[in-house]
């Protein structure tokens, strides 16, 4: 009886061995489909169309048939005119032939596993100028053509996390460092006894053209003991860092070549400028876990919140994520559209983001629940996205971006008008 209490050991391996199949494909999309089934009355786009001109770069996994190569889901990138809700392009690169270029390295050696086809996440893709993508899965840094082939792919480390351009072009990615550029005395040498987050500057051609240890940012600006107390108990991930937003003009509180960072792990924002290796501000104490951090105007910046505690039962969001904004000026924390929010059930746990747009309005990742949002700033919703396959599974996205700017919209039109 599958449902008795009373299987023995062999019995039970013996039913997952009658069920290898379906148990094996579960294994393998286990991480991409939403834990929990929500939403239960929307696929897709649902509410209305926006009229300004703005586009949406989809990054989702595609649980669907593939009916191109004939093979089960895998992650695509849509572009989407949000004036129609209409899918423009769409970019499926082949990973498992991307993948076979890499080479033998110890850091990569369950990349054909881990990021196959079927299971690689298309993470935060930035939109280039000639069509192309740039985007990671804790992989390689890849760059695909506007025809979805490989350009170049960066495998000095494991690339992660968001992807911003900075005033000069290049691209601000996290990366695991190995060997670490922590001291040996402190976390040993042994890879996977520690993850050396680092801050990395990208050429348009993919080489690094600097690149610095999170952790000895910390120990010199004398922060040290953040990432290795006394009391409490060793952790080999003190950082966690998620986010690198460049700043691309000077203002009161901040220079060009600036960078925030996220560090969940440490729920804080930083802002460090590298020309100095001076951590110029901190922020804490108004987050927890959150991801995102993006620069408003000369002195405020917003924050997604994921409010994400580990109780007694386990970890949870507390209540719903959160925009908090951070006036410098004033020295003051504020909500934003925070009854929204509540009201939509906006929970994502490991993973979101949130941007507020120019002109007040908010777009809403809930990566881990496979849903956007787009709010106006009198708090209404415009329209929501769920990705749910023809089998009714809703699977994650994987940070999409709003292009809105005047720069993002020339930039999809050239692309659209050569798709023509």
Same mark, same amino acid.
């Given at each position: 009886? &599958? ?32 834990? /929990? ?47 129609s809700f209409e899918v423009k392009k769409t970019w499926r690169p082949d990973m498992d032939q991307i993948n ?8 990569? /050696? ?18 280039? /100028? ?83 240890? &999170? ?78 951090v993006d620069i408003l105007d000369d002195h405020r910046i917003s924050i997604f919140n994921n409010n994400l505690y580990l109780f007694h039962d386990g970890q949870k969001v507390d209540?719903?994520? /959160? ?70 599974? &809703? ?26």
């Open positions: 009886m &599958v449902g008795s209490a009373k299987l023995g050991v062999i019995s039970q391996a013996a039913l997952f061995l009658a069920d290898i199949p379906a148990n094996l494909k579960l294994m393998i999309i286990g991480d991409l489909v939403t834990k /929990e089934q929500r939403f239960t009355n929307i696929s897709g786009f649902h509410g209305s169309t926006i009229e300004e001109e703005a586009y949406l770069l989809l990054s989702k996994y595609d649980g669907n048939k593939d009916k191109y190569l004939f093979h089960d889901g895998r992650s695509v990138v849509e572009l989407v005119d949000l004036r076979a270029l890499v080479d033998n390295l110890p850091e990569f /050696e369950n990349l054909k596993r881990d990021k196959n086809a079927k299971r690689y996440r298309l993470w935060h893709p930035f939109l280039t /100028e000639d069509g192309g993508l740039i985007f990671q899965d804790n992989s390689p840094l890849v760059k695909i053509d506007k025809n979805s082939q490989l350009v170049w792919q960066n495998q000095v480390d494991h690339f992660h996390h968001s992807i911003e351009q900075d005033h000069e072009g290049n691209f601000w990615v996290p990366t695991n460092i190995y060997p670490y550029q922590v001291d040996k005395r402190y976390v040993g040498l042994k890879r996977d006894t520690y993850n050396d987050d680092a801050i990395t500057k990208v050429s348009p051609d993919g080489d690094i053209l600097f690149q610095k240890s &999170v952790s000895n940012i910390f120990i010199e600006n004398n922060l040290g003991f953040l990432l290795f107390p006394i009391t409490g108990f060793y952790t080999n991930d003190p950082i966690h860092l998620n986010d690198i937003q460049p700043v691309l003009t000077d203002g009161p509180y901040w220079k060009r070549g600036d960078v925030f960072l996220s560090l969940r792990n440490q729920s804080m924002i930083v802002l460090y400028r590298p020309s100095t290796n001076k951590i110029i501000w901190k922020g804490v104490g108004h987050t927890i876990q959150q991801h995102d209540g719903s994520n /959160e925009i908090i904004v951070y006036d410098f000026k004033i020295d003051s924390y504020s909500k934003y559209l925070d009854e929204s929010l509540k009201q939509y059930d906006v929970r994502s746990t490991e993973n979101g983001r949130g941007q507020i747009l120019g002109n007040g309005d908010l777009f809403i990742e809930e990566t881990d629940s496979g849903r956007l949002l787009y709010f106006n700033k009198d708090t209404s919703v415009q329209w929501q996205y769920v990705n749910r396959a023809d089998n009714g599974n &809703v699977y994650k996205v994987k940070w999409s971006r709003i292009l809105y700017k005047p720069e993002d919209i020339k930039k999809v039109r050239k692309i659209i008008e050569a798709e023509n």
